[in-house]
């Protein structure tokens, strides 16, 4: 997927997030949105994801240079962000075959190959909700992660992993992300962003 962002900005009530942000983000490329807390990385982020609009400015999302019409985006993109709640009354495996409904992962990927990647078969008849922040957070990666789309967000996806975490999430982005557009928000945590072919910083939008 490509992204076009012509002067987008976003305020809430009198307070400017950012503004005058112009980028032009290729198919397949691998970019990272660089800030500390508050600098407006996973309001861009879900700008992009369709869902939130920017206060001003245009954004498109085009496939094979066609213009995606606004319902059909959220299709299209996978999204994970640490504030993102998961329905706690599932199983995995049951969040496994209700996210299918609505996306279908990777070409080959089945919903127990699904589970077997994410390395949570180990608890898979626990209820969510009583689930680690950890596991809750390889959940939500492992969904995004794992879908075809060609469009994955991942806003501080480092956020409640350990260490052993931490490099099935760099295995499995570096496995599944090939030909995707991929952009990942970090407080600079660079083993976040390793992929990533160019850098943005968001204080550059704040002026």
């Known amino acids: 997927m490509e992204i076009e962002l012509e002067n987008i900005s976003k305020s809430f009530l009198h307070h400017i997030i950012f503004r005058g942000v112009t980028l032009s983000i290729p198919q397949g490329s691998k970019w990272a949105l660089l800030g500390g807390n508050g600098s407006g990385k996973s309001t861009l982020l ?12 245009t954004i498109k999302h085009l496939i ?45 990927l089945s919903e127990s190959d ?13 209820r969510i909700g009583n689930f680690s922040s950890g596991m809750k957070q390889r959940a939500k990666l492992s969904l995004a992660i794992l879908s075809q789309t060609p469009l994955l967000l991942l806003d501080e996806p480092h956020t409640n992993l350990d260490g052993a975490a931490v490099e099935w999430y760099k ?5 599944y992300s090939a030909n995707r557009t991929v952009i990942v928000a970090s407080n600079r945590i660079e083993e976040e ?13 704040k002026k």
């Not at 879900?46 to 400015?57: D, E, M, W």
């Not at 959220?74 to 599932?90: A, C, K, R, T, W």
């Not at 077997?116 to 008849?125: A, D, H, T």
Request: glycine share 4%; charged share 25%.
């Open 193 to 205: 962003y390793f992929l990533a072919e160019r850098t943005i910083e968001m204080n550059h939008f």
């Open 46 to 57: 879900k700008i992009l994801a369709s869902s939130l609009a920017p206060s001003s400015g």
């Open 171 to 175: 295995n499995t982005l570096e496995t």
């Open 114 to 126: 699904v589970l077997e990647i994410s390395q949570l078969g180990p608890v898979k008849k626990k």
């Open 64 to 108: 094979n240079r066609q213009e995606l019409p606004l319902e059909d985006i959220i299709s299209q993109v996978s999204f994970s962000g640490p504030y993102l709640d998961l329905v706690e009354e599932f199983t995995f495996p049951e969040l496994i075959s209700f996210h299918k409904k609505f996306k279908p992962f990777a070409t080959g």
